[in-house]
């Protein structure tokens, strides 16, 4: 029988630089008195990020929304955008904020991605962009859409939020699309507390989105658009060059974990690893399963409830559904006879956790747990089994 963990073990934890080094960076920060507006730090950071992820154009930002938002602004798109019902909430307030109306397209069941068959049908006069999401770092299929983006003169833009460093084909993710947002919150593999960045394939619109995260200021005291501030602060940058130095590290920890997880998932049943693709340059953000009730004997929202009991916070990362939000849910495409798999999926799905100072045994001990709850394998309750651990 397995015992709950002493600690709490959450969905993930951030990836932080020794303290010591921090220190330091604040330290030259501090005495060089330059704490925002492009300063040394921000240059250095944008300027390695742009090797990291291969691509031309970057632009640093204070957040992910804040990034898409204006990215979303740079387009000056009109009327409606189809998007996925399957995401976080900044994905569609950005929308709103930018006066557009979100058409929701119904997901992949294997990606949780857009489901692309789905996107021309729901196309009007009125649809001026595809705003995909690559959930939980599975890549959208990039190909199809750009292929009916080009069929109707559609912008595409992807919240790649869970994708840092992800390649597809070889190819940075960040080079497809017009648009590729970033997140660099303190959950994301790569972080800088908060903050987020905009790849952005045409250099003219990379100066737009430049001039929108600095309230259109062109110089000191011309102003060319109506932007709003954005920007992302030096402490933000300073530790984001120091947190990219240890990412790869990072990156191979969560492999191994990510396998450990596999292994052994492989035998209970009822359980599918939805972040399984087969790609070394994957971004090992979230490991994310799902539970078929029907199998597994027991519901996806049960076993997060009782996984806390053995002090595991699992995360039923994206529930509810954007689509049920109050304000949209008046809108023909978010009705649920028109989201099948979104409707079957947000009470399938459960983010595990996932994080490289997530020791080994851990996982095999969560996937142990896992094993013991699942209906007609399960006696006692996880209190009775409290001081009896086996792993
Ligand atoms: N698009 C997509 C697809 C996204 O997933 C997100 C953000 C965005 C856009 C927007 O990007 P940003 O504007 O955020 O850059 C978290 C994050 O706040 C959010 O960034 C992320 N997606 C979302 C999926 O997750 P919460 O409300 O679930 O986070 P929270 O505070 O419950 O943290 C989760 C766990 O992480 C905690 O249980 C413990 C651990 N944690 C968290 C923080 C903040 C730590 O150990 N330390 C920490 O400092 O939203």
């Given amino acids: 029988m397995v015992a709950p963990f002493n600690e709490p073990i959450y969905v993930t934890r951030p990836l932080l630089p020794d303290i010591q080094i921090v220190n330091s960076k604040i330290n030259d920060i501090w005495e060089s008195k330059w704490l925002t507006n492009n300063g040394t730090q921000h240059k250095k950071l ?5 090797k990291y992820l291969n691509v031309k154009n970057i632009s640093l930002f204070n957040n992910g929304t804040m990034a898409l938002l204006l990215g979303l602004k740079s387009l000056d798109l009109k009327g409606e955008v189809i998007t996925t019902p399957f995401t976080f909430p900044a994905t569609v307030q950005a929308l709103d904020w930018n ?22 049908a729901l196309i009007t006069e009125d649809t001026s962009a595809i705003l995909g999401v690559h959930v939980f770092g599975n890549p959208c299929d990039v190909y ?3 292929k009916i983006a080009d069929k109707y003169n559609l912008k595409v833009i992807y919240d790649g939020a869970h994708t840092f460093g992800t390649k597809i084909d070889g190819q940075p993710i960040g080079s497809f699309g017009d648009i590729t947002m970033f997140s660099f919150h303190a959950t994301k593999l790569f972080n800088t507390i908060e903050g987020g960045a905009l790849v952005v394939k045409d250099e003219k619109l990379n100066e737009k989105v430049s001039l929108l995260k600095n309230f259109g200021l062109s110089g000191p005291e011309e102003v060319v658009l109506s932007g709003l501030n954005a920007k992302m602060n030096e402490v933000q940058a300073g530790i984001g060059v120091e947190v990219l130095k240890i990412v790869d590290e990072e990156r191979a920890k969560r492999k191994k974990i990510k396998e450990t997880y596999e292994r052994n998932l492989a035998d209970i049943p009822g359980i ?70 979104a409707q079957k999926s947000v009470k399938q799905v459960l983010s595990m956790p996932y994080y490289g100072e997530l020791e080994l045994k851990s996982v095999e001990k969560i996937c142990a747990i896992l094993m013991e709850i699942h209906l007609g394998n399960s006696g006692d309750t996880p209190q009775q089994k409290i001081g009896s651990a086996v792993l």
């Avoid at 944008?46 to 742009?50: F, G, K, V």
């Avoid at 058409?103 to 021309?120: A, G, S, W, Y």
């Fill in 144 to 146: 199809e859409i750009q």
């Fill in 46 to 50: 944008e300027l390695e990020l742009m």
């Fill in 99 to 120: 006066g557009l109306t979100p058409v929701f397209c119904d997901i992949d069941p294997q990606t949780l991605n857009i489901d692309t068959c789905k996107i021309e």
């Fill in 272 to 341: 599918r690893v939805i972040t399984n693709l087969e790609n070394e340059y994957s971004s090992y953000q979230y490991f994310v399963i799902e539970i078929d009730e029907g199998i597994y004997g027991r519901s996806r929202d049960w076993v997060h409830d009782e996984l806390k009991k053995y002090n595991v916070f699992t995360r039923r990362y994206f529930y509810p559904l954007c689509s049920e939000f109050e304000w949209y849910k008046h809108l023909e495409s978010a009705q649920p006879n028109n989201l099948p798999q």
